[in-house]
């Protein structure tokens, strides 16, 4: 695929092509215009195509894009096109919300561990996975071929669990704890905080009735 470096910007935008041409697919589309994608998805049209021009293209003129080849295309780039492993880190509300999604099973997270340091939780059951003490965390990986952390734990915790992590050679880090992690460059961070979310949702409620 592409050897240019693609923007941020338009990798995050992915994920929802993806879903959308998912459901396309599902209904049985076999191509559609971006003019057609542009009206479903209320993104405009040289969005779309400006976006997919990154990949080289993927359209066809006068035929528009095929669905099922763009949709294999982008699951690719955004490699769910294979497995990957991850295990998590916090065994607590959260944690067991994340790990009992099966639905990210079938995107291929494939979820293999979770560990936690309360003793109380050890043995008991997520979905099929045993909850392990933490300190078997780092074996457990390297044994395993952890690619991701999902950590889900207080914030405290997460910077030296970070560092121990990037020792036993993980991937990537998806950080649910409300701090920035230091990590070395080969590990990829992705922060999740869904407060901004909801910040972003009451600045919008605020804009509205303030007419801004
Ligand atoms: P919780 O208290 O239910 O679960 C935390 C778990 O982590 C507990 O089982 C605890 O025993 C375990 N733990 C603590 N230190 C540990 C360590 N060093 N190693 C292994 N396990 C350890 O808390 P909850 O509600 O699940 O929240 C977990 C974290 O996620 C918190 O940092 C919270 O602030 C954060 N959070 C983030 C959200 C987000 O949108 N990013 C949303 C909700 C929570």
Known sequence: MAEKEISQAV??????????????????VERIS????????????????QDFNNFGGFGQQGYGYNVSYLYEEISKILGIDKQHSL??????????????????????????????CNPALYGTKIRDVEVRPVEEMEQFVKDNQIEIAVLTIPKEQ??????KLAQCGIKAIWNFAHVDLEVPNNIQVENVHLSDSLMKLSYNINRYENNI
């Not at 880190?89 to 561990?113: C, D, E, P, Q, S």
């Not at 997460?158 to 560092?163: F, K, L, S």
């Open 158 to 163: 997460a910077v030296p669990m970070a560092h």
């Open 34 to 49: 971006s003019q057609e994608l542009s009206s479903i998805m209320k993104v405009t049209a040289s969005q779309i195509r």
């Open 87 to 116: 295990v998590i880190i916090g065994a607590g509300h959260l944690g067991k919300a994340i790990a009992g999604y099966t639905n990210f099973t079938r995107r291929g997270f494939v979820f293999k561990g979770a560990f936690d």
């Open 11 to 28: 990798i995050a935008r992915l994920p929802r092509y993806f879903r959308y041409l998912g459901d396309l697919k599902e209904k049985g």
